[in-house]
C-alpha cells in the first residue's frame, strides 16, 4: 500500500531564514504530487503541483519555490521566510482523481 | 479556473439529527468531486467521492449527491454522532492528468451530545 511521509512534523523559523520541506512517497511509482498550505482556521491554497520528474508548475506567485529531484521525492523551498508564510503545509500524492494528503508540517514563523 | 463555494461555514446539529453540506461549482467541464474530513490539527481524509457519471452515492451514514445540471452537489450525514465533529471541504477537479483539485473554504460541523 501506498504512503507519504513529510518532515519535519513541526518547525519554528525566524523571518528571513531559509526554509526546506520534504515529502516523499512509498508504494507507487510516478505520481502527481502536490503542496498545499492551509492558514490557520483558513481552507486548502494549492502553491504548487507536479506530474513528474523536474516538472513543477506554480499555482500562486509568492516567495517559494518547489522542486521534485527524484519520483516520489517533492521538496518545498524559500530563501527568506515572511510571516506570511506560517501555517500548515500539506503534501498530497495522486495516481488518479483522488488525491491523499501527508501528515503536515506546521510551520511558525516569529 | 475552477471556483468551488461551499455552505454553511459551520453548522451545529444534534446527535442523531442529520447534517447537509453543500457545494457549488463553475466549471462544467469539472467530473470529479470528492469530500474531506478534517479533525483538529490533523490531516484531511478523503471520505467520499462522486464522478460526472453518477447522480449519488451512499457509504454506510454519509452520502453525496451531485446534480450537473445546477453544478451543485451535497454531502449528507445521518444519524451524527460526536466523532462527526470536524471541518468538512469540498473539492472538484476540472479534469486533465494533473487531477488539481480546487477547495470550497470548508464547513466546521459541531455534533452536541
Known amino acids: 500500500s501506498q504512503t507519504i511521509h513529510q518532515w519535519p512534523a513541526t518547525l519554528v523559523q525566524p523571518v528571513g531564514s531559509p526554509l526546506s520541506l520534504e515529502c516523499t512517497v512509498e508504494?507507487?511509482?510516478?505520481?502527481?504530487l502536490y503542496w498545499y498550505r492551509q492558514a490557520a482556521g483558513r481552507g486548502l491554497q494549492l502553491l504548487f503541483y507536479?506530474?513528474?520528474?523536474?516538472?513543477i508548475s506554480s499555482e500562486v506567485p509568492q516567495n517559494l519555490s518547489a522542486s521534485r529531484p527524484q519520483d516520489r521525492q517533492f521538496i518545498l523551498s524559500s530563501k527568506k521566510l515572511l510571516l506570511s508564510d506560517s501555517g500548515f503545509y500539506l503534501c498530497?500524492?495522486?495516481?488518479?482523481?483522488?488525491?491523499?494528503f501527508g501528515p503536515g508540517t506546521r510551520l511558525t514563523v516569529l | 479556473g475552477e471556483n468551488v463555494e461551499q455552505h454553511p461555514s459551520t453548522l451545529s446539529v444534534q446527535e442523531g439529527d442529520s447534517a447537509v453540506i453543500k457545494c457549488t461549482y463553475s466549471d462544467s467541464a469539472s467530473n470529479y468531486f470528492p469530500w474531506y474530513k478534517q479533525e483538529l490539527g490533523k490531516r484531511p481524509q478523503l471520505i467520499i467521492d462522486i464522478r460526472s457519471n453518477v447522480g449519488e452515492k451512499k457509504d454506510q451514514r454519509i452520502a453525496v449527491t451531485l446534480n450537473k445540471t445546477a453544478k451543485h452537489f451535497s454531502l449528507h450525514i445521518t444519524e451524527t454522532q460526536p466523532e462527526d465533529s470536524a471541518v468538512y471541504f469540498c473539492a472538484a477537479n476540472s479534469g486533465g492528468s494533473n487531477y488539481k483539485l480546487t477547495f470550497g473554504k470548508g464547513t466546521l460541523l459541531t455534533v452536541n451530545p
Open positions: 507536479s506530474v513528474g520528474i523536474g516538472q
Open positions: 498530497a500524492w495522486s495516481e488518479t482523481s483522488r488525491q491523499y
Open positions: 508504494g507507487t511509482s510516478n505520481p502527481n
